[in-house]
Structures are given as C-alpha cells and as structure tokens.
T-cell receptor, first 113, second 109 residues
Framework: DTGVSQDPRHKITKRGQNVTFRCDPI?????LYWYRQTLGQGPEFLTY????????KSRLLSDRFSAERPKGSFSTLEIQRTEQGDSAMYLC???????????FGPGTRLTVL | EDQVTQSPEALRLQEGESSSLNCSYT??????LFWYRQDPGKGPEFLFT???AGEEKEKERLKATLTKKESFLHITAPKPEDSATYLC??????????FGKGTMLLVSP
C-alpha cells in the first residue's frame, strides 16, 4: 500500500500523560500536514512541513504540541500533558506541491480519560 | 478569516434520487476548492480540485462545479455505497485548507 500511513490508529491515555503519533507520507510527497478533527466538524489545520522545514503553525497548536519531520520523510506529533479537550482524530496528509490535492491517512483516534 | 459553509448538514435520499450539496466560501484569493469523501472512522478521500469559476469535474456519479462564491457537488442516481460525509475545503494560501463541517449523505435502497 503506497498511501499515507499513521500509527497508532487508536490511543487511550490518562490526562497529564504525553503521547506521540507517527505519520509516513506517500514516498514522493515533500509536503506534510497535520490536522485535528472532532466529531461533527471538518478537519482543522495544525501545522505544515515542506521537506524537513516546519513552515506554518496554527494558533490551535499550543505550546504543549510539537511536530517534527527530521529527515523530510516521516513526521511525529507529540502532545505533552494531555487534556480531555485534546480528544480527537489526528489526521496526517501529504502532497507533492500546493496545486495538488492533499491525500489523507486513516488518522489516529486519541481518547484522553 | 477564511470561512467555508456547507449545506445541508444532512441529506437523506432514495437510491436513484439525484440531488446537490452546496459549499459556500469566503476566502481572500481562492487558490483551489477541494471536495473530499469521508467514511466513518476513516480519513478523508480526495475527490476533486477546482480552480476557477465555471470549471467542472466528474467522477462516476459525482460532478463538482464552481462559481465565484460557491461550489456544488451534484450526485446523479446515487447508490447506497455513496453514503458518506462529503467535505468541502478552500485554499487561499500556499498550504492550508479550510474545511466546512461537511454534509452527511445517506442513500437508502
């Protein structure tokens, strides 16, 4: 399968714990995006990488959130000191350039108890 | 601030009953209008990109059209497997998409 993959698919954690998610984009895609989606809402942009450079961050991305793409391939999204309001589906997408559609992975469902 | 509004929120159709979904957008300098399909518990699946008013794209029973203020997703003779949430997104910059809340479509046999 050459699509975007995300790991884990589901994560249940207790409030205050740290969690890390991984995204592997489509291999030839140099752009990588993170979004967050809650029930009944469309995805909301969090951050964007072009190769290894993080070029844009949303105001939604508080200082508890950090994302990396160290070698311009896979990316990680870490949430520190999780809160119940962080419960959501975290989606990763990739594209070759801005003109093409972004292709999404299956998402990581986070539940904070 | 970019805004995307989709209507209706939910739509129930009988198999074979054609209809249209609406996406109204307010963005400063549209650089693409995107349609996605999302099944429950899955990531959005890319359908179409439209760039300029008057443009149309088709895929099987779906046709997307674009005007200067809105886009329509026309569904012709839908089947139960077309049941999903359809998301519309607008891009004004070079990267991020602003999504609407989606239209949940249910097609009954």
């Amino acid at each position: 399968d050459t699509g975007v993959s995300q790991d884990p698919r589901h994560k249940i954690t207790k409030r205050g714990q740290n969690v890390t998610f991984r995204c592997d984009p489509i291999s030839e895609h140099n752009r990588l995006y993170w979004y967050r989606q809650t029930l009944g809402q469309g995805p909301e942009f969090l951050t964007y990488f072009q190769n290894e450079a993080q070029l844009e961050k949303s105001r939604l991305l508080s200082d508890r959130f950090s994302a990396e793409r160290p070698k311009g391939s896979f990316s990680t999204l870490e949430i520190q000191r999780t809160e119940q309001g962080d419960s959501a589906m975290y989606l990763c997408a990739s594209s070759t350039n801005a003109s093409w559609g972004q292709f999404f992975g299956p998402g990581t469902r986070l539940t904070v108890l | 601030e970019d805004q995307v509004t989709q209507s209706p929120e939910a739509l129930r159709l009988q198999e074979g009953e054609s209809s249209s979904l609406n996406c109204s957008y307010t963005v400063s300098g549209l650089r693409g209008l995107f349609w996605y399909r999302q099944d429950p518990g899955k990531g959005p699946e890319f359908l179409f990109t439209l760039y300029s008013a008057g443009e149309e794209k088709e895929k099987e029973r779906l046709k997307a059209t674009l005007t200067k203020k809105e886009s329509f997703l026309h569904i012709t003779a839908p089947k139960p497997e077309d049941s999903a949430t359809y998301l519309c997104a607008a891009r004004s910059g070079y990267s991020t998409l602003t999504f609407g809340k989606g239209t949940m479509l249910l097609v009954s046999p």
